[in-house]
């Protein structure tokens, strides 16, 4: 018994390590911010998977993760709850690759969360311009001695 | 507007053309009676009959070249061309329409540091001379590889922050490359064409300075009558031996053949498919290719499709220019004998298409004349390749002739008579015709004695031009031999398909010279013991083409090297203008490779090598994915190939298989998390 409680300890670490990891790498820098969010995505997985599924278990506490992460953007953002991915992946990107922003400002609720709202509203990657759309048609080409292109 | 500025008249076009293609038909003639002369005297022959018809075609070809080169060279005598685009009075236009140029990059599974670094350069370059609001940056595309689709996408977010260039330089990916590159450029035509007055159309490895692409734009407003502009663009940017050879042979001869191609061709001049400038109304009502009828190589899309743009534009009445006093042009070479020969092939294919194009109804003379010297670009090979293997067969039968002295009556001896006179003299006319032009260039470098100086002084240039021409002649019968293969190849219907380009620096490895070149040393072994053995004159005549052949392997091998184009570079040989005095452009060129390959380090250094473990790069593909819904058997399908990448691991999925997954946004943030929790993570 004892045995697989240390495994079972063994292994949340291990994953509460990378969840941290995880959240790291979503920018975020104030320690115990990162501890607790990990430890609430630990608890959250956990009450979803098996104890003992490593895998399985970090998977849903990285979905948790992500889950919250795009909440506090939303709100930051101002986005609506929407099942559309396509703004909340635009505004994740902007954020999380627009330099030296910290994410710790998402969690805060405060006056700053504003400011970065509209900093990075001019970011947001616009990957293309409104169509201006031209019509153009292949050329027919007759020729002599072979047979010419459809019409 | 300068105050020479002359019209051009369409007399001084036909009087330009007539007087080139005289000088040609001329010298062809010439050379004609030269050997038909030499054979006639002994009765001509079936095989010197066949050798008569070669010699002439091959002639042509030669006789095209030297007098593009030497009108090149009178005009560059005189200070240049009063009939250029860049000098001749501009027209009244209305410039109503949009206002804005684009700079279009179509890329296909290139190298993604390379590409943003030349884009960055370019920016940049606008950036610094004040005029990069006239200009939006479009970056087309129709790369399948996975992680080279990320990558590609991250760069350009990149580009777009940190020149604050957002809603100014673009990305799109197609879903589906139909029609290669020509099928990419016109799905942006028709999606995005209206916003733009012109497009300048770049390859992968184009740099073009802001100012260049400011004067190419500007000269686009003063002749509304123009559809494209083609700048000349010269080789730079590379260490191979190989390449700084070439790129000095470029950069030191291509003056002449430019200015002399604009003498005769002036407003009916051609495309070469990139750093050009095309006025988009026109080149969307003429420009949209067919399918030719049959299947590849010479049916199906078409694959050299720049000519044929070309020849729709001047049979709609447009003018087609190229720009010779253009300068900030630049495009790099394949670092190793290989890489070109491959490149060649795929040349190739697209010429000999154009085979079919000759007998399209429609184009004027010019265009066909056009089509006809892409096709005997490479013919040429195989037709230098039959006439030597002719004139060692009819040199082995002359051999074989014993003379008879005294015959009949006759009291004295009658001597064979030999040609050797008239056949030294054909000889050294194609030499002649060859290595004239390189005699032209070192001439106009003496008279333009600082610019010869950024070629390393007149003894450099010099000493360079001489090995230049060793190498160039040595090379030449391994080319002979490769183009000879693929013109055989693609005339038996092996089409070739649309393998990327390889631009980077690698030095070839034995193995692969001898893969490459194994057969080239065997033939010239092969060919060198018989015409010892059996005509040991021709032996001596043949020995050039044979030492090409059987060094072929070290050759190919040495000339791969970067170490060795350096020390070349440092002993001052095969300099180029670009070298000695680097341009503006090419600087941000080089400054932001190292940056991207720094960052590309640190990346390696931290272990973040894949694009889909971060979250930003994944967040952004997300963003840019096309809204399209998901039928349940390909969610399905989906999941399965999700399962057998977890179980039997990346790679034993296929590109396209891998590029499914990332295409769907359900799936991409699955293997975002997945990739969080794989045996790194916990175990």
């Keep these: ?151 | 507007m300068p105050s020479a500025a002359k019209k051009l008249t369409p007399r001084t076009i036909t009087a330009r053309r007539i007087l080139f293609l005289l000088l040609v038909g001329l010298t062809t003639f010439l050379a004609m009676v030269m050997i038909t002369s030499a054979f006639l005297q002994n009765g001509i022959t079936p095989t010197e009959l066949l050798l008569l018809v070669l010699y002439t075609l091959l002639i042509l070809w030669v006789s095209t070249s030297f007098w593009t080169a030497t009108l090149g060279f009178w005009v560059l005598l005189r200070g240049g061309d009063r009939l250029s685009i860049g000098r001749l009075a501009p027209s009244p236009s209305t410039n109503e329409g949009p206002q804005k140029t684009a700079l279009v990059m179509p890329i296909y599974n290139e190298d993604p540091t390379r590409v943003t670094a030349g884009l960055r350069a370019m920016w940049q370059s606008l950036e610094e001379i004040g005029e990069s609001d006239r200009f939006e940056l479009f970056i087309l595309s129709d790369t399948r590889d996975p992680e080279g689709w990320m990558q590609e996408e991250a760069n350009w977010y990149q580009m777009c922050l940190d020149f604050q260039a957002h809603g100014r330089i673009f990305y799109r990916n197609r879903e589906r490359n139909i029609a290669r590159k020509s099928g990419n450029l016109e799905e942006f035509c028709h999606r995005w064409g209206g916003r733009y007055r012109y497009m300048v159309v770049l390859d992968a490895d184009s740099i073009m300075a802001g100012e260049t692409l400011v004067k190419m734009a500007d000269l686009m407003d003063a002749h509304p009558g123009v559809a494209l502009i083609q700048s000349p663009p010269l080789p730079a940017n590379q260490h191979s031996l190989f390449s700084r050879i070439l790129q000095f042979a470029s950069s030191f001869y291509g003056d002449i053949f430019i200015w002399g191609i604009n003498y005769w061709q002036l407003s009916g001049s051609g495309y070469w498919g990139h750093n050009a400038i095309i006025r988009i109304a026109p080149f969307v009502t003429h420009c949209g290719l067919p399918k030719l009828p049959g299947r590849e190589p010479f049916g199906g899309e078409i694959f050299s499709h720049d000519t044929v743009e070309a020849a729709l534009l001047r049979q709609a009445g447009w003018e087609v220019w190229i720009a010779p006093e253009l300068k900030g042009s630049y495009e790099e070479l394949p670092p190793t004998l290989i890489d070109y020969a491959k490149r060649d092939r795929r040349w190739c294919q697209g010429n000999l298409q154009h085979l079919r194009l000759v007998f399209a109804k429609g184009f004027s003379s010019l265009s066909r004349l056009y089509f006809l010297m892409g096709i005997m670009s490479y013919v040429s090979s195989p037709l230098w390749f039959l006439f030597l293997v002719l004139t060692g067969f009819e040199a082995y039968v002359k051999s074989q002739t014993m003379p008879v002295y005294f015959f009949g009556d006759n009291l004295f001896p009658v001597w064979p008579e030999s040609y050797a006179v008239e056949m030294t003299t054909v000889l050294l006319v194609t030499l002649v015709m060859l290595f004239l032009p390189k005699i032209w260039s070192l001439i106009l470098g003496v008279l333009h004695w600082r610019r010869l100086k950024l070629y390393g002084g007149l003894f450099k240039a010099t000493l360079s031009v001489f090995l230049e021409s060793i190498f160039s002649m040595l090379t030449a019968p391994v080319l002979m031999i490769y183009q000879s293969k693929f013109v055989v190849a693609i005339l038996m219907r092996r089409s070739v398909g649309w393998p990327p380009q390889n631009r980077d620096d690698h030095r070839l490895s034995l193995w692969e010279a001898i893969q490459a070149h194994g057969e080239h040393t065997v033939i010239g072994l092969l060919a060198g013991w018989v015409s010892y053995e059996h005509v040991p004159g021709f032996f001596l005549w043949l020995v050039p083409v044979l030492a090409g052949l059987v060094l072929s392997i070290p050759l190919s091998m040495v000339s791969s090297s970067a170490w060795v184009g350096v020390i070349t570079r440092k002993m001052g040989l095969f300099l180029t203008p670009e070298e000695s005095k680097e341009p503006r452009v090419l600087t941000l060129l080089s400054e932001n490779l190292q940056m991207l390959e720094a960052q590309k380090a640190g990346r390696r250094r931290t272990g973040e090598v894949r694009n889909i473990e971060d979250p930003g790069v994944c967040a952004l593909h997300l963003a840019l994915l096309p809204n399209r819904p998901v039928k349940k058997r390909q969610r399905h399908q989906l999941r399965a190939l999700v399962y057998e990448l977890i179980e039997e691991g990346p790679e034993t999925l296929s590109g396209p298989q891998k590029r499914s997954l990332i295409s769907d946004p359900e799936t991409l943030v699955k293997l975002h998390t997945l990739s969080w929790s794989d045996d790194r993570g916990v175990r």
């Excluded at chain 1, 501890?35 to 948790?64: F, K, N, Q, W």
């Excluded at chain 1, 990075?120 to 169509?131: C, D, F, I, R």
């Design chain 1, 1 to 151: 018994m004892n045995q697989v409680v240390m495994e079972d300890e063994g292994v949340a670490d291990a994953v509460l390590e990378r969840v941290q990891e995880y959240w790291r790498t979503l920018g975020l820098s104030d320690e115990v911010l990162i501890d607790s969010l990990s430890a609430d995505c630990l608890s959250r997985g956990r009450r979803l998977v098996s104890r003992t599924h490593s895998e399985a278990l970090l998977r849903r506490a990285l979905e948790e993760a992500q889950r919250r992460f795009d909440h506090a953007l939303a709100a930051a953002f101002g986005l609506p709850p929407s099942n559309d991915p396509y703004p909340l992946a635009a505004a994740r990107a902007a954020f999380l690759m627009a330099p030296d922003i910290s994410a710790d400002t998402l969690f805060r609720h405060d006056d700053t969360t504003r400011q970065l709202r509209e900093s990075l509203a001019g970011q947001l990657p616009q990957s293309t311009p409104p169509e201006s759309p031209l019509e153009m048609l292949p050329v027919p080409l007759d020729f002599w001695l072979f047979q010419s292109t459809d019409r």
